[in-house]
């Protein structure tokens, strides 16, 4: 092969049959992104490659890990007005014409993640060939960070896909698997590592003709059809993300249904809509939720520590539900508990997730095998991590750590999955209290992404190291935070929690209340979440409170869980429930307490967030704020807590405060923190 004059990020080589090799690794990283160096090397490229007149231009990565996993995000928070961001999208979109209008075929191999961007060039490109690999993902996730497809793709991934098929791949900003990309014609061809550059060769050699959707993929184009179609479209977006709060998807939509004549006034229609939201407050926090996200994951990166034996002490749901997150991470996890009817419920439940989420037969058997019911506790000397997660009760917890401790390996870790019990008060029974450490995971386990990671007083930085390297292993988010009752998440939800539920004891409907914390941002109303989480499991979590933070029960919940109404899983509680769901009132008026409603409610977590930072729970407002978006979906588009407040402006948050102090009582006297927040700006 014969190799050009190198460039920084890309390197060109043309073989002796004419074909030209392009391949992409970005220098200084360990992940190809589209930078705007990275693009103007390319444009310069791809005019040298086009005066040589290649038989053919074949894109590939020199990463390992994967193709191209996007446009490069840190650049985003450097653009400053609409202006310098429709600059650079037109810069880019220029780069992916280029490629599109070559003369000679052009192809990309696709291994590992494939993502936004990255699509978009691949968009560009004639053919596509995919790796055979589970870990190829093909995706435009734009949609997540507050904007949509920039490069050309709502334009190019419609024309390739048809409308229905593509719409639904950008309106969610699903991933989908290499066979799913196949069967959708977005990608051409999947064969085996060994086979991908000579699969290119042969597709370049035979030039077959590239894939086009179907007649009635391009039904959905005719005016009056794609009029309908764009209502049912705006139907299904406003069931999740509302127009005010969530632009994006309803700019997708409007894009697709208002076409403004040829491709290139498409093209540049797509660039204004994208410049618009990219500098919207929306796209800011949720970028700044990218960063922290990417933040949370570097934290399980300071330690070699490689578990691949796990066992888990309790088979209620949230034991069974981590038993089964493990196994399903691919490693060998004995589960145990002490009746063999709650094993078997793990296994069916396990069974449920696995076919769920890995489809394939063969897939979903070597889960199986690797989830392990251990009645006896066998597997418990053999592990390399333990996890207690038996019912929410010191003492019980604190015998069952007494009894195992011995049992275990010397270099295992020992995790207990309280919600709520201090770690000192746990590790009084241990020889080395050094040892234990806290994970916590959050209901449903299989959706929710964080894990707080808890250090006790004596718990040694060696197990919080090797605590989180833990977690990034089973793919979850690692949140270091300090030994106190409920921790960090809890300590600030229980507050907004227990204010909702005393607003219902005093005659507001529990529908109004949910309905103004949806709209204010949150996922779920806090009445709903309590259900969810079960009002028994309330109770026990107050009364930690009760004891420690002089927090007081609301009333009406110690009765409603004398009688059984323990919320979703009694099928009643502060809702009755019909096959899962809460029956509500179909009264949708909330009158003037709206107002009132959203500031009891927010004003309390708020000042409870200002606590947990000013006493040290957290390092710092950051990593609370990423705390409460990925462990409870605390509104993203706000930021978190933090950056919520510091946008609405501290003294005006203050001042509201006291005057609910003045209306409701002390329990909204304004945390000190709040002046030590204030002076650090």
């Given amino acids: ?50 005066a040589s007149q290649p038989k053919g231009l074949v894109i590939l990565s020199g990463k390992p890990q994967g193709f191209i996993a996007g446009a490069d995000v840190n650049e985003f928070s ?61 995706g435009l996730p734009e949609v997540r960070l507050g904007i949509h497809p920039g490069f050309g793709g709502t334009v190019r991934l419609t024309r390739l896909l048809g409308p229905a098929a593509a719409m639904r791949m950008m309106l969610t900003g699903r991933a989908v698997n290499a066979f799913k990309a196949r069967k959708l014609g977005l990608v051409d061809y999947i064969v085996p590592e060994r086979l991908l550059k000579q699969s290119a060769r042969s597709v370049i050699e035979a030039k077959p003709k590239p894939h086009r959707p179907g007649w009635a993929a391009k039904a959905l184009n005719l005016p009056l059809v794609c009029n309908l179609a764009a209502n049912s479209m705006r139907k299904t977006v406003a069931r ?213 990671v808890v250090k006790g007083t004596e718990t040694s930085e060696g197990v919080i190291a090797d605590a989180m390297a833990f977690v990034g292993r089973i793919k979850k988010l690692p949140l270091p935070v300090q030994s106190a009752p409920g921790f960090l998440i809890n300590r600030i939800l229980l507050p907004y929690l227990l204010e909702a539920v005393l607003m219902v004891s005093e005659g507001i409907p529990a529908e109004a209340i949910d309905r103004v914390a949806v709209n204010f941002g949150m996922p ?58 809460p029956i509500r009132s179909k009264q949708r008026k909330v009158g003037t307490i709206s107002a009132d409603i959203e500031g009891r409610l927010i004003s309390r977590l708020l000042n409870e967030a200002v606590a947990c930072l000013r006493t040290g729970i957290v390092a710092d407002a950051d990593l609370l704020d990423a705390g409460m978006i990925f462990g409870t979906g605390f509104a993203p588009f706000r930021g978190g807590p933090i950056r919520y407040a510091l946008d609405e402006n501290i003294e005006t948050i203050e001042t509201y405060l006291d005057e609910l102090k003045e209306q409701y009582g002390d329990r909204f006297a304004p945390d000190p923190g709040w002046k030590d927040l204030s002076e650090t700006l």
């Fill in 78 to 138: 450097l653009l400053e007005n609409r202006d310098q961001a429709f600059e650079l999208i037109r810069r880019g979109q220029g780069v992916m014409d280029k490629i599109e209008a070559a003369p000679y075929p052009t192809l990309c191999l696709i291994h590992g993640y494939c993502m936004g961007g990255g699509l978009e060039l691949a968009l560009a490109c004639r053919y596509r060939i995919a790796m055979d690999d589970p870990r190829t993902r093909l």
């Fill in 524 to 581: 779920i109303g806090p009445v709903e979440l309590a259900d969810m989480v079960g009002l028994d499991v309330c109770l026990s979590v107050g009364k930690v409170f009760a004891s420690h933070l002089s927090h007081e029960l609301p009333p009406g919940l110690e009765e409603l869980v004398a009688k059984g109404h323990l919320g979703l899983k009694s099928g009643q509680g502060y809702y009755r429930y019909r096959k899962g769901k």
């Fill in 1 to 50: 092969m014969s190799k050009t004059t190198p460039y920084r990020h890309w390197a060109l080589e043309t073989d002796m049959d004419g074909y030209a090799w392009l391949t992409f690794d970005r220098a200084d990283s360990e992940t190809n992104t589209l930078s705007k160096e990275v693009l103007e090397e390319l444009d310069s490229i791809l005019d040298e490659i086009k």
């Fill in 240 to 452: 999740h993300a509302s127009r005010k709060h969530y632009p994006a998807p309803w700019a997708m939509i409007e894009l697709w249904e208002n076409p403004t004549g040829n491709l290139k006034k498409q093209y540049e229609a797509e660039a204004h809509s994208v410049a618009e939201l990219v500098v919207s407050p929306t796209s800011k926090n949720l970028v700044r939720a990218f960063f922290l996200q990417t933040r949370l994951k570097g934290l399980s990166k300071g330690t070699e520590f490689d578990a691949r034996r796990v066992h888990v002490i309790g088979g209620g749901a949230m034991g069974g539900a981590i038993a089964a997150w493990c196994a399903l991470q691919g490693m060998q996890v004995t589960v145990q508990a002490r009746r063999l009817e709650q094993l078997a419920q793990v296994i069916v439940n396990a069974r449920k997730l696995f076919d769920k989420r890995l489809k394939r037969p063969k897939l979903v058997r070597d889960a199986m095998d690797r989830l392990i019911p251990d009645q006896e506790g066998l597997g418990l000397s053999h592990a390399d991590v333990v996890i207690e997660a038996i019912i929410e009760d010191a003492g019980a917890k604190k015998e069952l750590l007494k009894t195992i401790e011995p049992q275990m390996r010397d270099t295992a870790l020992l995790a207990t999955n309280t919600s709520s019990i201090p770690l000192e008060e746990l590790s009084t029974v241990l020889e080395r209290p050094e040892r234990l450490v806290g994970l916590h995971f959050f209901n449903p386990v299989s959706k929710m992404m964080l894990v707080e």
